[in-house]
């Protein structure tokens, strides 16, 4: 794809959006939109014959719904999608299912001014078409806008070393594809396991949904973190959308922490900033893990916690969706392990077990 432009088809029953989505990917270099289609059934032929690369896709529609046709073209011709989704309860649902179903990432669109919503996520529509453009996809039965980029400074200092807090714990971050990572990693967790604390790059209205699905998978709890609750074990506990998640200590208790401070690598939450907090607050008592996602945030923080005696592990490139996040760690020696995913929470509870914690079997 290095010597021609993305071929990008946009499927979504707003006039509006298609003609909006058409100038924001016709304008870039690097893509161009080969067709726009109102529904599914008439994007069908559209992709026959124009051959896409990647796929935008309106979650809501009439006729034939998104997640319908998703399922099919999963089935039909898979390819890399990008939903286009409502800041809905029900359009988070949706979302997240459809993700299920074989989406790569998903983008919000406004309900309210719709035209000024759209140019001011150009740059990170735009930024996803490419990441989404990367991914690996399987058959199932203008330039980003300029932000200054934060380390996790901005939100607290390093002073890895100053724990002593003896319970265990995990920390895990994810991007692009980590819905369906993070999913395979708890689901095979014990339900006596340590406590979990989860970053996943997701907006505001999706991660109390992307919790509650998770809990009724889980044999462990799994919830939306609150600011200052306790962390107990048999517990996840999923950073809130646009709220960075940190791990805090009160005497011999690990606690939640949540701050809206500026975005760390771009992002609120961070994976970063949990890394970084682990390392501070838990060192050699937390585990670390890295899965898929475009960029390089979670590196660093993943880095200081394998300094301050964390066991780490970072997914391998076969299995991750998009190999950025990890392919950065482990190029940085931040991770002890690369490890399959279905592997990980396994390979995790063994070396749990090496520390002399006692679990059920997973």
């Given at each position: 794809?290095?010597?021609?432009k993305?071929?990008?088809?946009?499927?979504?029953?707003?006039?509006?959006?298609?003609?909006?989505?058409?100038?924001?990917?016709?304008?870039e270099k690097?893509?161009?939109?080969?067709g726009?289609?109102?529904?599914p059934?008439s994007?069908?032929?559209?992709?026959?014959e124009?051959?896409?690369?990647?796929?935008?896709?309106?979650v809501?529609m009439?006729?034939?719904?998104?997640?319908n046709?998703?399922?099919r073209?999963?089935?039909w011709?898979?390819?890399?999608?990008?939903?286009i989704?409502?800041?809905?309860?029900?359009?988070?649902?949706?979302?997240?299912?459809?993700l299920?179903?074989?989406?790569?990432?998903f983008?919000?669109k406004?309900?309210l001014?719709?035209?000024?919503?759209m140019?001011?996520?150009?740059?990170e529509?735009?930024?996803?078409?490419r990441?989404?453009a990367?991914?690996?996809?399987?058959?199932?039965?203008?330039?980003?806008?300029?932000q200054?980029?934060?380390?996790?400074?901005?939100?607290?200092?390093?002073?890895?070393?100053?724990?002593?807090?003896?319970?265990?714990l995990?920390?895990?971050?994810?991007?692009?594809?980590?819905?369906?990572?993070?999913?395979?990693?708890?689901?095979?967790?014990?339900?006596?396991?340590p406590?979990?604390?989860?970053t996943?790059?997701?907006?505001?209205h999706?991660?109390k949904?992307?919790?509650?699905?998770?809990d009724?998978?889980?044999?462990i709890?799994?919830?939306?973190?609150?600011?200052?609750?306790?962390?107990?074990?048999?517990?996840?506990?999923?950073?809130?959308?646009?709220?960075h998640?940190?791990?805090?200590?009160?005497?011999?208790?690990?606690?939640?922490?949540?701050?809206?401070?500026?975005?760390?690598n771009?992002?609120?939450?961070s994976?970063?900033?949990?890394?970084?907090?682990?390392?501070?607050?838990a060192?050699?008592?937390?585990?670390?893990i890295?899965?898929?996602?475009m960029?390089?945030?979670?590196?660093?923080?993943?880095?200081?916690?394998?300094q301050?005696?964390?066991?780490?592990?970072?997914?391998?490139?076969?299995t991750?969706?998009?190999?950025?996040?990890p392919?950065?760690?482990?190029?940085?020696?931040?991770?002890?392990?690369?490890?399959?995913?279905?592997?990980?929470?396994?390979?995790?509870?063994?070396?749990?077990?090496?520390?002399?914690?006692?679990?059920g079997r997973i």
């Amino acid at each position: 794809m290095k010597n021609r432009k993305l071929k990008v088809l946009v499927i979504d029953d707003s006039a509006l959006i298609r003609s909006l989505m058409k100038v924001i990917i016709n304008r870039e270099k690097d893509m161009e939109c080969v067709g726009a289609a109102p529904d599914p059934l008439s994007a069908r032929e559209l992709i026959m014959e124009r051959n896409p690369d990647v796929l935008t896709l309106d979650v809501e529609m009439p006729g034939m719904g998104g997640l319908n046709f998703l399922e099919r073209l999963m089935r039909w011709r898979p390819m890399p999608v990008l939903m286009i989704s409502t800041l809905t309860e029900q359009g988070s649902d949706i979302t997240l299912r459809a993700l299920e179903l074989g989406a790569v990432d998903f983008i919000s669109k406004p309900k309210l001014g719709i035209a000024d919503g759209m140019e001011k996520s150009a740059g990170e529509i735009t930024e996803k078409i490419r990441a989404v453009a990367q991914a690996r996809v399987h058959k199932t039965t203008a330039a980003p806008a300029t932000q200054e980029k934060f380390s996790a400074d901005v939100i607290l200092p390093s002073v890895a070393g100053r724990y002593s807090v003896t319970e265990k714990l995990i920390v895990i971050g994810a991007s692009t594809g980590g819905t369906q990572a993070i999913k395979e990693v708890l689901v095979r967790l014990p339900a006596d396991a340590p406590g979990v604390l989860v970053t996943q790059h997701m907006p505001e209205h999706f991660t109390k949904s992307f919790a509650n699905r998770l809990d009724a998978l889980c044999k462990i709890s799994v919830k939306e973190a609150e600011h200052n609750e306790r962390i107990l074990p048999g517990h996840a506990y999923i950073a809130p959308g646009n709220s960075h998640l940190l791990l805090k200590r009160s005497g011999a208790n690990y606690l939640v922490q949540l701050d809206p401070g500026p975005l760390v690598n771009r992002h609120r939450p961070s994976v970063d900033v949990l890394f970084r907090s682990a390392a501070n607050v838990a060192g050699a008592n937390a585990t670390g893990i890295i899965l898929t996602g475009m960029g390089k945030d979670g590196m660093q923080g993943l880095l200081e916690m394998k300094q301050t005696g964390s066991f780490t592990i970072a997914q391998d490139e076969a299995t991750c969706v998009i190999f950025g996040m990890p392919k950065e760690a482990i190029a940085a020696g931040a991770a002890c392990e690369v490890v399959p995913l279905q592997n990980i929470a396994r390979r995790t509870m063994e070396n749990l077990a090496l520390a002399g914690v006692k679990t059920g079997r997973i």
